[in-house]
Every structure is written in C-alpha cells, then in structure tokens.
C-alpha cells in the first residue's frame, strides 16, 4: 500500500539510472501512435517517395543535433528539469518559468490525456467497451463538466496506475518503463524487417511518383518535428542518471538514433506496401495498420491494432517520469508551488509533483479540453527547445573555462541549423494558422502573473 508521507521533505534525487534505462524513457517519449498517423499528411505535402523519406532523415538529422546540445548542456548542469534549467541558465528566470508552466499546463499533461484516450480507442478494437463514450454520469461543473464514460474510465485507469507506478521508486517504474521500451521497439523492428523480408509489395514504390504535383516542405518539416519531439526526455532525469557527464550523452545519442533509424524503417516500409500516392489519400486511416493489412495480411494489422496500445502506454509511462521532474526543478528554486519540491521519503522520488501531473491530465481527459491545448501550445514545444538549445552559445561563451567533460558534436553549426530551422517551422505554423497560435501565446502568457505572484511570496 502507498503511504503518502506527513512531513514534507526536500532532497535531491538519487543517481539510480543507467544510459540505456534513460535510452528507454527518450524511446518512449517519442514514439508514440502518431508515426502511424502522421506519414499521410506529410505523403500529401511532398509527394514523392524519395522527398518523403528525405524529409524524415533530415528531420531525424536535426533532432539528433538537438539532442548533442542537450548532452553538453545536460551534463554541464546534471540537474532535473532538461529546458527549464538552461532557460534559467541562460535567459533567466522568466523563461525557464513560462517553459514548466507550459508544460505542466499543456505540454506533457495535455499529451498524456490525448495518449490516454486513444488507448482506450485501440483497446476498444478487441474489448468494445474500453472505447465506449456513452456517459455514465457527470458533475455538472460550470463550463467544465465533467463526464464519466467507459472510455474515459479507461483513460483514468491509465493515468493514474503509471503514476503510483512511478511513485513507487526508479525501482519498479524503470522495470515497467524498460519492458515497454523493449516491446515496443522489437515489435516494430520485427514489424519493418518480416514486412521488408517476406510481404508483399515493391520496391519500384520508392521511384514512382506522380507528375505534375507540388509539394509543401514548411508543412512536412512541422508534422516531422512534432513526430519527433520528446528526444529532449533523458535531459529532465538528469540528475538521476549515474556518471551523468558519461551517460547523458549516451542517453541521448541512442535513445534518438535508435527513433531516427526505426522511424525510416517504418515509412520504407509503408512505401513497400502503399504507393506513396495512396499513403496521401488514407482518409483518417492509419498507414500502418494499411500496410501491414496489404503487406501481411488482415492478422497482421490487428496485431499492430494492439501492439498501438502498448506504444501509447510506454509514452505515457515515460512523460509520467520526465514532466513531475520540471515541476520539481522549479518547486526547489522556489519558482513553483513549493510543495511540488516534496521528495518521498521512503521512494526517493517527486511525488507530490508526479500526483499533481496524474491529476491536472485526468481532469483534460473529463472535461475533453485536451485536443485544444495541444493545438494552441503545440508550436511552443518547438519554441522552447530552439531557445534551450541557443543557451548552449550562451553557456559557452559566459562559462568558457568550465569543464565540459561532453562537447556538442558539430559545435557551432549543428546546433545553429537546429535553432534557424526550428524558428522558421515554427514562424510557418503560427502563419498557416494564427488563430490556435494566439491562444497558444494567451495560454504562455498567463504564467507571468503567476510568475510575479510566487516570486513575491518567495520573497
């Protein structure tokens, strides 16, 4: 039984990680069912089969080079948090605060509320009741009610069972977390490598393209990056990776080498089995479950049906260790709520953090306001990762002499073409669709007032 302690207690966090433990967390993060969905919209903005997996290795490119700044940054400053801390490192206490107010708003528990729910949907596929949505009852709160269905219960199951999980310790919550890792990437490799080796399909996919068509590489880059975001994961258990000034950078490196190679694995074989201009008119339809039902058959794409659950699972798992980690950061500066700072006492671990997390996406699963808070903040993910990653230029030039026992690879035009590409991805969202991105401002705005509020009852 969880025994929830009296007495709050403020400590840092114990070294218990190991490189592939935190490889596992950015796995995790980042594959999630999106690689099944998003493959259609970027096959409609760049038509042609060799462009189309041209933009996923330079996408794959740059969040590797994202992932080296944050390597040097992460064992420059080993401590909880990834972007908060060089946000507050490098541009100061404002931003790193608006960065884990997004986050705990929108980014990660608007994520696992939306994750939540399509595993219900995808559990519904084999047991119907899981995605039932008929209401069962609901508490008529003004302007958000909140609605109890077979789905959401589903949905709040999920949720909550990962967070006692992980309050549990790095014990068994890195078990559940490496299990889901394993699974879910064996599974997929085994998918691309049985579906290449012996499905049926054609490599003359990959030359024929249609003629005369156009293409729209700003929104094929935008739908890539957002397809690989969370490679960042590894940097926010920093402070719990053991040898951090070895182990992060390894972290790092093959938690996003290994999404990068999987990712184009992946849409080689779509290609295989769906020519690249049905991949572009699936409707709403998953490519992946399209492929493999051509590839290998009806069974083939039910298994993917399920194994789409244990994806979504092993990413909620992972966020559920990596945003309590901002929240806690900033409680200990004393920037947040200072009970987030609490460390259990017997588990070592964020708790009341991880528990506010589990609740605030519970709350986005009853009241379904989660799809809009992803729509409104979703450019902010970008935004605060190219502002993170230009703190590396920062550190560098205000701390030249500290040891550095890791240097971003390709220093400085990696990470420069992370930063110039990330802004113009994200000045192309906002001017494809300014209304959601105002509100997305309105939502990171709205933790100024905040932000004066703490730091005046700090002082």
Same mark, same amino acid.
């Given at each position: 039984?969880?025994? @929830? +302690?009296?007495?709050?207690?403020?400590?840092?966090?114990?070294?218990?990680?190991?490189?592939?433990?935190?490889?596992?967390?950015?796995? =995790?993060? /980042?594959?999630?069912?999106?690689?099944?969905?998003?493959? $259609?919209?970027?096959?409609?903005?760049?038509?042609?089969?060799? &462009?189309?997996?041209?933009?996923?290795?330079?996408?794959?490119?740059?969040?590797?080079?994202?992932?080296?700044?944050?390597?040097?940054?992460?064992?420059?400053?080993?401590?909880?948090?990834? &972007?908060?801390?060089?946000?507050?490192?490098?541009?100061?206490?404002?931003?790193?605060?608006?960065?884990?107010?997004?986050?705990? @708003?929108?980014?990660?528990?608007?994520?696992?509320?939306?994750?939540?729910?399509?595993?219900?949907?995808?559990?519904?596929?084999?047991?119907?009741?899981?995605?039932?949505?008929? +209401?069962?009852?609901?508490?008529?709160?003004?302007?958000?009610?909140?609605?109890?269905?077979?789905?959401?219960?589903?949905?709040?199951?999920?949720? /909550?069972?990962?967070?006692?999980?992980?309050?549990?310790?790095?014990?068994?919550?890195?078990?559940?977390?490496?299990?889901?890792?394993?699974?879910?990437?064996?599974?997929?490799?085994?998918?691309?490598?049985?579906?290449?080796?012996?499905?049926?399909?054609?490599? &003359?996919?990959?030359?024929?393209?249609?003629?005369?068509?156009?293409?729209?590489?700003?929104?094929?880059?935008?739908?890539?990056?957002?397809?690989?975001?969370?490679?960042?994961?590894?940097?926010?258990?920093?402070?719990?990776?053991?040898?951090?000034?070895?182990?992060?950078?390894?972290?790092?490196?093959?938690?996003?080498?290994?999404?990068?190679?999987?990712?184009?694995?992946?849409?080689?074989?779509?290609?295989?089995?769906?020519?690249?201009?049905?991949?572009?008119?699936?409707?709403?339809?998953?490519?992946?479950?399209?492929?493999?039902?051509?590839?290998?058959? +009806?069974?083939?794409? $039910?298994?993917?049906?399920?194994?789409?659950?244990?994806?979504?699972?092993? =990413?909620?798992?992972?966020?559920? /260790?990596?945003?309590?980690?901002?929240?806690?950061?900033?409680?200990?500066?004393?920037?947040?709520?200072?009970?987030?700072?609490?460390?259990?006492?017997?588990?070592?671990?964020?708790? /009341?953090?991880?528990?506010?997390?589990?609740?605030?996406? =519970?709350?986005?699963?009853?009241?379904?306001?989660?799809?809009?808070?992803?729509?409104?903040?979703?450019?902010?993910?970008?935004?605060?990762?190219?502002?993170?990653?230009?703190?590396?230029?920062?550190?560098?030039?205000?701390?030249?002499?500290?040891?550095?026992?890791?240097?971003?690879? !390709?220093?400085?035009?990696?990470?420069?073409?992370?930063?110039?590409?990330?802004?113009?991805?994200?000045?192309?969202?906002?001017?494809?669709?300014? !209304?959601?991105?105002?509100?997305?401002?309105?939502?990171?705005?709205?933790?100024?007032?905040?932000?004066?509020?703490?730091?005046? $009852?700090?002082?």
């Amino acid at each position: 039984m969880l025994r @929830v +302690p009296s007495e709050p207690t403020v400590r840092l966090l114990e070294r218990r990680l190991g490189p592939l433990d935190a490889a596992a967390i950015v796995i =995790s993060n /980042v594959i999630g069912v999106g690689i099944f969905i998003t493959p $259609r919209i970027i096959a409609q903005a760049v038509p042609h089969p060799l &462009e189309f997996l041209g933009v996923w290795l330079v996408g794959g490119l740059l969040a590797f080079a994202g992932a080296m700044a944050y390597a040097e940054l992460g064992t420059l400053r080993p401590r909880s948090g990834g &972007e908060y801390v060089y946000l507050r490192e490098g541009f100061g206490p404002l931003a790193a605060f608006l960065t884990g107010w997004t986050s705990f @708003v929108a980014g990660f528990a608007g994520a696992m509320a939306a994750g939540a729910l399509g595993a219900a949907d995808y559990l519904g596929r084999f047991l119907p009741v899981a995605s039932d949505a008929t +209401p069962l009852f609901t508490i008529p709160i003004p302007w958000v009610p909140l609605t109890f269905s077979p789905r959401t219960i589903v949905a709040l199951t999920a949720i /909550v069972g990962l967070a006692l999980i992980h309050i549990r310790g790095l014990g068994p919550g890195r078990l559940v977390q490496n299990a889901l890792a394993i699974l879910k990437v064996g599974a997929l490799a085994a998918f691309v490598a049985v579906g290449l080796g012996i499905g049926r399909g054609s490599f &003359e996919n990959l030359t024929a393209a249609p003629e005369g068509v156009t293409t729209n590489l700003a929104l094929a880059f935008i739908v890539v990056m957002f397809s690989y975001s969370g490679w960042n994961a590894a940097s926010y258990v920093a402070e719990e990776i053991r040898d951090p000034g070895r182990n992060v950078p390894i972290a790092l490196a093959l938690g996003t080498g290994a999404v990068v190679l999987l990712y184009l694995g992946l849409n080689l074989m779509y290609l295989f089995a769906v020519p690249i201009q049905e991949i572009g008119a699936q409707a709403q339809s998953e490519i992946a479950m399209v492929a493999a039902d051509r590839a290998l058959g +009806p069974s083939a794409s $039910r298994l993917l049906g399920g194994l789409a659950v244990v994806v979504l699972i092993g =990413s909620l798992s992972a966020m559920t /260790v990596a945003g309590p980690r901002v929240y806690f950061a900033m409680a200990r500066d004393r920037a947040f709520f200072p009970v987030m700072a609490r460390v259990h006492p017997r588990f070592h671990t964020p708790w /009341v953090a991880i528990a506010a997390q589990a609740v605030w996406a =519970s709350l986005l699963v009853l009241t379904n306001t989660k799809d809009a808070l992803a729509e409104y903040t979703g450019f902010a993910v970008l935004l605060f990762s190219a502002f993170a990653v230009s703190s590396l230029f920062i550190l560098r030039r205000r701390y030249p002499d500290e040891p550095r026992p890791f240097k971003a690879w !390709g220093y400085p035009v990696a990470p420069a073409l992370f930063v110039a590409v990330s802004l113009v991805i994200m000045v192309a969202a906002v001017a494809g669709r300014p !209304g959601p991105s105002l509100y997305g401002a309105l939502i990171i705005a709205a933790g100024i007032p905040l932000y004066v509020l703490l730091r005046r $009852r700090t002082k």
